[in-house]
């Protein structure tokens, strides 16, 4: 048997994953770098502001620890997760066993579906607009996907796993608590899990995301339930691939014996890391701060060029249109030398739509709106 690149490419391509996204805007990205000051780059939802000293200090304090880490994670880790859930969002009811340390969230999510036993034959189903990972995570599990933002749809179909992202990426959607509630209700009726992304619960805007793990959604009960969470936005740590998984026990636990086997842990100085940066409120509430000030800039500058923006009470993005296509208005705006990305990036529904990320510094931020004025 052909265990070479080759056959694994083609494993890939039989599993029907899509070509990455992003490697499609090459030729517009050189346009926008060709502008005479410089591309502004806001394509992607990465971090550019520095990370903050005592976490940098954290990730060197441990950096001689020259054994395996565990899976499970630090207690102090765990606990800091615990803490932060309940004084951040209002969450009780989770418990230090519980928590789940993992590298970033995005290798969760493309793995969570294999990862819970699901196969050929289930049902996955993502919203309609949904961030491209979730397709690809139930691909590389052999499932099938449905995009639905709404139970009815389904009929009688009874799926394995129902993915809810609130805030929503690319939209900045908000899913009220009685929407949440009746999702979670529904899956436990038929027994589905629910897993919710909710990497960007701290940055609402004109309302307040509310958790999963929230009592008012799940009843006071985590059965059948999973929240992801991820330092990447709140902490600006993307490069230090820092997350961590938490609800239903019984899946928890289901989680970490298999991770254990495969040697899914987290870097020991990450862990040390991801401790202090959620023991401390202060410096997330200045990172949404800059992220606040950059939207209202960015945001008065599309509107003032002729954009709409759409939902966006919460999240990095701005989901913004001219109602037109959306490769349309990517050349419209690679010709200012402003890079974005399409809607259908996300699914067939924003076809006349961009995702415009807040992640640029404030000098790139205003010659962004400059730019769009002129």
């Not at 052909?2 to 694994?8: C, I, L, N, T, V």
């Not at 997760?81 to 789940?100: I, S, T, Y």
């Not at 009929?155 to 939209?171: D, E, K, M, Y």
């Not at 298999?258 to 410096?283: C, F, I, N, Y």
Request: hydrophobic share 40%; glycine share 8%.
């Amino acid at each position: 048997m052909d265990q070479g690149p080759g056959a694994a490419r083609d494993r890939a391509l039989s599993a029907g994953l899509p070509d990455f996204p992003w490697d499609s805007l090459a030729d517009l990205k050189a346009q926008a770098q060709a502008h005479p000051d410089g591309v502004v780059d806001l394509s992607v939802g990465t971090p550019v502001d520095p990370v903050p000293d005592q976490i940098r200090a954290a990730l060197a304090s441990v950096s001689d620890r020259a054994g395996y880490p565990t899976t499970h994670g630090t207690p102090e880790l765990r606990e800091a997760a615990v803490a932060a859930l309940r004084r951040r969002f209002e969450v009780e009811g989770v418990f230090e066993k519980d928590v789940l340390p993992t590298i970033g969230s995005k290798e969760l999510v493309a793995w969570l579906p294999t990862l819970l036993g699901v196969g050929a034959g289930s049902l996955v189903v993502i919203p309609e607009l949904a961030y491209p990972t979730y397709e690809v995570g139930a691909l590389l599990a052999g499932a099938t996907v449905v995009r639905s933002d709404g139970l009815t749809a389904l009929g009688p179909q009874n799926p394995a796993i129902i993915w809810l992202n609130s805030p929503s990426n690319p939209t900045g959607r908000v899913l009220p608590v009685p929407h949440l509630r009746k999702v979670v209700s529904w899956a436990r009726e038929r027994g589905a899990i629910v897993l919710s992304d909710e990497c960007y619960m701290s940055l609402g805007w004109e309302t307040t995301p509310v958790s999963v793990l929230h009592p008012s959604v799940n009843e006071g009960s985590m059965t059948g339930i999973l929240a992801v969470h991820s330092l990447s936005k709140s902490s600006s740590l993307a490069g230090y691939r820092a997350g961590f998984v938490t609800g239903d026990p019984a899946l928890v636990a289901s989680l970490l014996e298999v991770r254990k086997h495969a040697g899914m842990m987290v870097p020991r100085p990450v862990q040390e890391a991801m401790t202090v940066a959620l023991s401390d409120d202060s410096h997330v509430e200045s990172q949404k701060s800059r992220y606040r000030a950059r939207r209202t800039i960015l945001r008065g500058a599309l509107e003032s060029a002729g954009f709409t923006i759409d939902h966006s009470e919460a999240g990095l993005y701005l989901w913004s249109t001219r109602g037109e296509d959306a490769w349309k208005t990517l050349s419209w705006l690679a010709e200012r030398g402003i890079l974005v990305a399409p809607g259908t990036f996300y699914g067939p529904t924003g076809s006349e739509h961009v995702r415009v990320a807040l992640t640029a510094t404030d000098e790139r931020i205003q010659a962004a709106a400059t730019r769009l004025s002129s």
